[in-house]
């Protein structure tokens, strides 16, 4: 299959390059379209067999739920078997912009979609590419993030050409994504509504609108058996080439312990990786040092984590040593990934 890329300006919309995406979808075929998280490849997510296309495109396991996207309100009573007035009230905040919302699902949403869950995730992307190509489509579309399973999120087209040449047959190459990192997900099939996986509306955001609300206590591990309710609450997600390693603790600590363990690793011959930020960039001496953006401003690191994984790819480093985030207010969205793509491997520096 030979796969197409084309430019679509979001201030100004080819439509005629959308009705063309939209038959793609409606005929149960595949197409990656730009978001304002990421880059996701879209299927009609009625179709059970179009479903089954983003896992097989992808690599992924069939238990990791697709997310269902849509471009109005009127449609998720059609899907769902329940709305809570709470979750009516964040969608109001929040909608269209980066927020799933997880409710019992009704019989029109096939299991290929859920990852045979009796529950369907569901948002309104805020990118008015997005929001065009749902309505071209057929109203419904599941939407992963647009790489191969496990891969880091693309934030660019050029990633997903990466990951999904040959594989599907459009692209649409609306440029950069603004946020970076996928959606906020809540689950309100729970008493109390619990977010899955943090993103950029951080749990003070939801508590301001609906008031009791919670970061999930038991986020599953890797290998867990546990049949995962969310997108990536099970898999190891987000992984560069490289191994990579985690080291928290107190700044002056921390970057000391890298600076040790990146001279140990370049003195076994090896390409090294470090994760750094503006503030820090300049305490690191050796191997291939990037800034991921500045602490003062949270939005940065968060919109360059997947674009600096894939750089260190594209450099071919052996390992990366990565300082830790936990102490910002979108710190637990920031860390998930990047406790996600190094497996949990992490280094408390003393």
Do not use: C
């Amino acid at each position: 299959m030979k796969t197409k890329m084309v430019k679509i300006d979001e201030s100004s919309i080819d439509f005629h390059v959308i009705e063309h995406a939209g038959e793609i979808l409606r005929a149960g075929g595949l197409v990656a379209f730009p978001t304002e998280t990421v880059y996701g490849l879209g299927a009609d997510a009625l179709n059970a067999t179009a479903a089954g296309r983003i896992y097989q495109a992808k690599g992924r396991p069939s238990d990791n739920p697709l997310i269902v996207h849509i471009h109005s309100m009127g449609q998720l009573e059609k899907i769902t078997a329940h709305v809570p007035q709470k979750a009516r009230l964040l969608a109001d905040a929040f909608w269209p912009g980066p927020l799933t919302m997880i409710f019992p699902k009704n019989g029109l949403v096939p299991y290929e979609t859920t990852g045979g869950l009796d529950t369907v995730a569901v948002r309104m992307p805020k990118n008015k590419i997005a929001l065009a190509l749902i309505k071209a489509g057929g109203g419904y579309i599941a939407a992963p993030s647009a790489n191969a399973s496990g891969r880091p999120s693309p934030t660019l087209a050029m990633h997903v050409y990466e990951d999904m040449q040959g594989k599907i047959p459009l692209i649409l190459d609306g440029g950069e994504v603004k946020v970076g990192l996928e959606s906020t997900i809540v689950d309100f099939t729970e008493p109390v509504p619990l977010i899955l996986r943090p993103g950029f509306l951080t749990l003070e955001k939801i508590r301001s609108v609906i008031g009791d609300a919670a970061l999930d206590p038991g986020v599953i591990k890797a290998g867990s058996e546990k049949r995962p309710k969310a997108p990536g609450m099970k898999y190891r997600h987000y992984a560069p080439k490289a191994d990579l390693v985690i080291v928290e603790g107190e700044f002056s600590i921390v970057a000391a312990k890298i600076r040790e363990l990146t001279k140990k690793s370049v003195a076994e011959g090896k390409k090294v990786g470090v994760i750094a930020t503006r503030e820090t960039i300049g305490y690191y001496e050796q191997g291939l040092v990037l800034s991921i953006g500045e602490r003062q401003e949270e939005e940065t690191i968060a919109h360059n984590l997947y674009k600096i994984l894939r750089q260190f790819d594209e450099s071919d480093v052996d390992i990366i040593y990565s300082e830790s985030f936990q102490a910002l207010p979108m710190g637990e969205a920031i860390m998930n990934r990047l406790w996600k793509a190094a497996g949990h491997q992490v280094i408390k520096a003393k």
